[in-house]
């Protein structure tokens, strides 16, 4: 089932960046295993370069963050 995370990491720019647009709490969400959109986007290499970029430029610096 495709989520925000999903399609980062698979390069949906255009879906992701009107995500994060919309709602943009979601660029500090913790995905499974407290993994960050950033990590999402370092993982889909080629496919998710501009959204690496674009997330970066957002100030997201993390990869994982901590579960409860």
């Known amino acids: 089932r ?9 390069g949906h720019t255009t879906v992701v960046k009107a ?3 919309a709602f943009p709490q979601l660029l500090h969400s913790k995905g499974p295993h407290g993994l960050t959109l950033l990590h999402h986007a370092q ?3 080629e496919l998710a370069a501009e959204l690496l970029e674009h997330i970066s430029r957002l100030g997201l610096t993390e990869t994982k963050l901590a579960l409860p």
């Open 43 to 45: 993982r889909g290499g």
């Open 19 to 21: 995500q994060l647009a």
């Open 2 to 10: 495709p989520n925000i995370f999903v399609l980062t990491m698979l």
